[in-house]
Nanobody
Framework: QVQLVESGGGLVQAGGSLSLSCAAS????????MAWFRRTPGKEREFVAA???????YYADSVRGRFTISRDNVKNTVYVQMDNLKPEDTAVYYC?????????????????WGQGTQVTVSS
């Protein structure tokens, strides 16, 4: 069983930056891929970015060039640096662990979820 705990959400103005972190514990002997998803009210969670154990990264078109995913395998932590934020980036952001890391990762391919952290971008 893997536990994921996100931190770093908050309120920021459009054009600003935020960094989210996700600390993993338990079951970390398996080399999981890690990902970020987000959900806006009335919509299903959507893929944002993913990173393999070896550091290969994947991004949704909507965030490519503005978001950067990274990980520290020693600290069992994954990060996403979000720059040039837009009001449409407002969502609850979820950390995910998966054995199927790829671009466009789908919800059924996620093995574990974090509890989510709110990101609000004001215009």
């Amino acid at each position: 069983q893997v536990q994921l705990v996100e931190s770093g959400g908050g309120l920021v103005q459009a054009g600003g930056s935020l960094s989210l972190s996700c600390a993993a514990s338990g079951g970390t002997s398996i080399r999981y891929g890690m990902a970020w998803f987000r959900r806006t009210p009335g919509k299903e969670r959507e893929f944002v970015a993913a990173i393999s154990w070896s550091g290969v990264t994947y991004y949704a078109d909507s965030v490519r060039g503005r978001f950067t995913i990274s990980r520290d395998n020693v600290k069992n932590t994954v990060y996403v640096q979000m720059d040039n934020l837009k009001p449409e980036d407002t969502a609850v952001y979820y950390c995910a662990a998966t054995r199927s890391v790829r671009n466009g990762l789908r919800i059924p391919e996620v093995d574990y979820w974090g509890q989510g952290t709110q990101v609000t971008v004001s215009s």
